[in-house]
């Protein structure tokens, strides 16, 4: 019973532990359930992030083009002719290209203007996947770390299943020796009745040896217990009977 309580002791223990792993995977199951519903949200990530960066490098390119454009104004408002081939440059030729340069600027400025208002739209959503990406590593990190507690449970379940397989084979080995201490003692109470008889009949081999050395008045006395030892040999076992009966059952013409 001892053995009994010890192992339904160590069991209850586990109880508690099994019911804290159940908590914590349903946990990691929410957890997951959010992860997937972020990742979602993060499908338009590269998307955006590449027309950010297109955009960017657009940008860079037209500020170029504008620096271009602005040395060219600057060429013709500086400039009567030309310093390659010396020719004259007509006022009227110059109006017209510082006028072209001028449109060009502009367009390009205008383009610079929706790329930056695109992009600070962009800036934006890009700041939103980072707070989901953060959410997501954090979460992670939370999964990470149930995980483990879940793993250190485990091996504590492993610890104490071990020592109920322990207490169990422990338990089957006592069995087995009560089994044989009870064969020892049924064999030591036959033992011992076989003793007390033996004791009997060692008890009455020494009254007839008695008898027989008896010198003095040995022929009264076997003519009167005589036949009280042969009744009394009598009931003993066939065995003995046959044996005690060749020693003791003597004629009276022997005395």
């Known amino acids: 019973h001892t053995r009994y309580g010890t192992v339904t002791g160590v069991q209850t223990c586990a109880l508690p532990i099994y019911a804290q792993n159940v908590e ?3 946990e990691v199951a929410d957890l997951m359930t959010q992860v997937s519903s972020l990742l979602d949200k993060l499908k338009g ?3 955006t992030l590449s027309e950010y960066s297109i955009n960017e490098t657009a ?6 083009s504008m620096g271009k454009i602005d040395k060219e104004i600057q060429f013709y408002h500086n400039n ?16 017209q290209k510082i006028h072209e340069c001028s449109i060009n600027k ?17 800036s934006k959503k890009i700041e939103q996947y980072s707070q989901i990406d953060s959410k997501i590593e954090k979460i992670q990190d939370k999964v990470k770390e149930i995980k483990a507690h879940i793993s250190s449970n485990n091996q504590y379940i492993k610890k104490i299943n071990k020592q109920i397989s322990d207490l169990q084979n422990e338990s089957n080995n006592m069995d087995k020796e009560n089994e044989t201490l009870q064969t ?9 009745t076989d003793k007390k008889e033996l004791e009997e009949n060692s008890q009455y081999y020494a009254m007839a040896a008695m008898i027989l050395k008896d010198s003095g008045i040995k022929s009264k006395i076997i003519k009167y217990y005589l036949p009280i030892m ?6 003993r076992s066939e065995e003995h009977t046959s044996e005690l009966q060749s020693q003791f059952r003597i004629s009276y013409a022997v005395f």
């Open 24 to 26: 914590l995977e349903n």
């Open 184 to 192: 020892i003692i049924e064999e030591g109470k036959k033992h011992s």
């Open 80 to 95: 009567d002719k030309c310093p390659s081939c010396s020719q004259i440059i007509s006022t009227d030729l110059k109006n």
């Open 230 to 235: 042969n009744k009394i040999i009598n009931q």
């Open 106 to 122: 502009s367009e390009i400025e205008k383009e610079i203007e929706n790329k930056r208002k695109t992009n600070e739209d962009l």
């Open 59 to 64: 940008i860079k390119t037209d500020k170029v």
């Open 45 to 47: 990530q590269d998307d």
